[in-house]
T-cell receptor
Framework: GQNIDQPTEMTATEGAIVQINCTYQ??????LFWYQQHAGEAPTFLSY??LDGLEEKGRFSSFLSRSKGYSYLLLKELQMKDSASYLC??????????WGAGTKLIIKP | GAVVSQHPSWVICKSGTSVKIECRSL??????MFWYRQFPKQSLMLMAT?????????EQGVEKDKFLINHASLTLSTLTVTSAHPEDSSFYIC???????????????FGPGTRLLVL
């Protein structure tokens, strides 16, 4: 079956760094997405990885290891506005997204 | 780039009425559009996938006669909730994927969502 696993909730301190892990099992693989969703709002696109390695985009970076079925989202210099749910989604051979349940990130001052 | 709009953002209606939600890609061609539903504190649930000019593909358990989807052009898809009941109250979100979005072509860009409350 297809499955995405990520922690339910994480807590971090303003100014710190946090890494949100995601493991995936998909039928075929066409990439791994990370989205941010603030409470009551729709998801917004953060990153897309289809090759192994680290993609850096400002304070946010995303890593992929296809052999391990593993990805992480790294958030640096955390700000209060980063408090949100972070959704990991794997794209299968039919280009369908398989969604994780999301990781709720709580930032404390 | 890659802006998706949804209208209306809020709907309150009486039980038994039908509600239409519009989803538009404003600055790119959406060859594929997706409709999701999300209940409070739960993950996104894909309802259906539609390609421009063809019938939507519904996920298991989603009634196609109740949730009518039309994707008549490369910039517009509509979801009609027919004979809505209180259990249909939810947050409905569309997303679009296609050419000219600015990011990877496989990326889904989401509309802001529509909150439906059926009394």
């Amino acid at each position: 079956g297809q499955n995405i696993d990520q922690p339910t909730e994480m807590t971090a301190t303003e100014g710190a760094i946090v890494q949100i892990n995601c493991t995936y099992q998909t039928s075929g693989f066409n990439g791994l997405f990370w989205y941010q969703q603030h409470a009551g709002e729709a998801p917004t696109f953060l990153s897309y990885n289809v090759l192994d390695g680290l993609e850096e985009k400002g304070r946010f970076s995303s890593f992929l290891s296809r052999s391990k079925g593993y990805s992480y989202l790294l958030l640096k210099e955390l700000q209060m506005k980063d408090s949100a749910s972070y959704l990991c989604a794997g794209m299968d051979s039919n280009y369908q997204l398989i969604w994780g349940a999301g990781t709720k990130l709580i930032i404390k001052p | 780039g890659a802006v998706v709009s949804q209208h209306p953002s809020w709907v309150i209606c009486k039980s038994g009425t039908s509600v239409k939600i519009e989803c538009r890609s404003l600055d790119f061609q959406a060859t594929t559009m997706f409709w999701y539903r999300q209940f409070p504190k739960q993950s996104l649930m894909l309802m259906a996938t539609s390609n421009e000019g063809s019938k939507a593909t519904y996920e298991q358990g989603v009634e196609k006669d109740k949730f009518l989807i039309n994707h008549a052009s490369l910039t517009l898809s509509t979801l009609t909730v027919t004979s809505a009941h209180p259990e249909d109250s939810s947050f409905y979100i569309c997303s679009a994927r296609g050419r000219g979005g600015g990011g990877p072509q496989e990326t889904q860009y989401f509309g802001p969502g529509t909150r439906l409350l059926v009394l």
